[in-house]
């Protein structure tokens, strides 16, 4: 979970409201990534013990709300002042190139399907280790017709301890193929999320600030009733 029960982004003192505004945007965005990422692990788990029971559609479509989910959050996180230019992010900026080319399909068709020979929503790769057989399989999951050059398949190394490691999307930046490790670009957001619970905690220390609990204002549902004339 990238923002725990007990995370600061869950109770932020009263502050400015900008900051304090763009920081629960920056918390429900998390939460969007973490959702995203975790429903991705559970179709590739489901499709690797049993690859009939693939769905391809809630599959790519988790995969890109993941990628635009992480562009939205450095957008978010940028708002906020630094001391640095931002630095901790930049290893999760990688991520817009391919999705600015998913976002402008109508303009770059040509160049990102038809020249590549690739699916539009690209390819997910991935490794299976099971644990009963002592085994390990690649699989490549291509959304869409099979029409081109499949790519080069090559056994990632990952960790004998998960069943499902480096989970890597396959897709194109205008002509260039390139390739992105969402397993990676996940644990690059919770580096980045420990670094910003901990400057936002040193603030609170630093200023005196009362924790609030947000609990009864945060992700509310408004029901209105109304009569309807008989």
Not at 29 to 34: M, N, Y
Not at 161 to 185: C, F, G, H, Q
Not at 208 to 228: A, G, M, P
């Amino acid at each position: 979970m990238l923002v725990k029960k007990n995370s600061i982004l869950r109770h932020l003192p009263n502050m400015e409201e900008k900051q304090l505004l763009t920081l629960d945007s920056l918390r429900f965005t998390l939460e969007t990534i973490d959702y995203s990422y975790h429903n991705i692990l559970k179709h590739v788990t489901r499709i690797s013990k049993n690859p009939s029971q693939r769905n391809y559609p809630q599959l790519f479509h988790y995969t890109w709300t993941f990628l635009d989910s992480i562009r939205r959050f450095v957008k978010l996180y940028k708002v906020l002042p630094s001391n640095n230019g931002h630095a901790i992010i930049k290893s999760i900026e990688n991520i817009s190139s391919p999705r600015n080319t998913y976002q402008h399909l109508d303009e770059r068709v040509d160049e990102s399907i038809i020249n590549s020979r690739r699916p539009f929503y690209g390819a997910l790769k991935w490794t299976y280790h099971d644990p009963d057989a002592n085994d390990a399989f690649t699989f490549v999951a291509i959304s869409g017709l099979l029409y081109g050059n499949p790519g080069v398949v090559n056994f990632e190394d990952f960790d004998k301890s998960k069943p499902i490691d480096s989970i890597i999307l396959e897709t194109v930046d205008r002509k260039k193929e390139m390739d992105i490790n969402l397993s990676e670009a996940f644990n690059n957001v919770s580096k980045v999320v420990e670094n910003l619970e901990k400057e936002i905690m040193e603030k609170v220390a630093e200023n005196n600030y009362q924790l609030v609990d947000w609990e009864s204002k945060r992700d509310v549902i408004l029901k209105l009733k109304r009569n309807i004339p008989e």
